[in-house]
Nanobody
Framework: VQLQASGGGLVQPGGSLRLSCAAPGSIFSINTIAWYRQVSGKARELVALIRTGGTTNYADSVKGRFTISRDNARNTANLQMNSLKPDDTAVYYC???????WGKGTQVTVSS
């Protein structure tokens, strides 16, 4: 199963964006969902994850600024990104945690 991320765009430093992804219900509700990001030429990094029970983990670089959430009834997951910095510029991907089957990411560019 490939999850497709959406909601990226161009935003000024200090701004906000909300990313979303959806997955088939049979897959979504029983899996930990994660957001990753990748800068060209660098390894993909884990940004945040949310378990089926709602507990979360964040990369140190985004703690206090990003919030991951999930809606099991709608089989969707979101990443609310606030106080964005130029270093947050990357392609963002949503995936089942631990899966190597990558869908299309969404570009986030933070620039003035």
């Amino acid at each position: 199963v490939q999850l497709q991320a959406s909601g990226g765009g161009l935003v000024q430093p200090g701004g906000s964006l909300r990313l979303s992804c959806a997955a088939p219900g049979s897959i979504f509700s029983i899996n930990t969902i994660a957001w990753y990001r990748q800068v060209s030429g660098k390894a993909r990094e884990l940004v945040a994850l949310i378990r089926t029970g709602g507990t979360t983990n964040y990369a140190d670089s985004v703690k206090g600024r990003f919030t991951i959430s999930r809606d099991n009834a709608r089989n969707t997951a979101n990443l609310q990104m606030n106080s964005l910095k130029p270093d947050d510029t990357a392609v963002y991907y949503c995936n089942l945690y631990g899966s190597a089957n990558w869908g299309k990411g969404t570009q986030v560019t933070v620039s003035s």
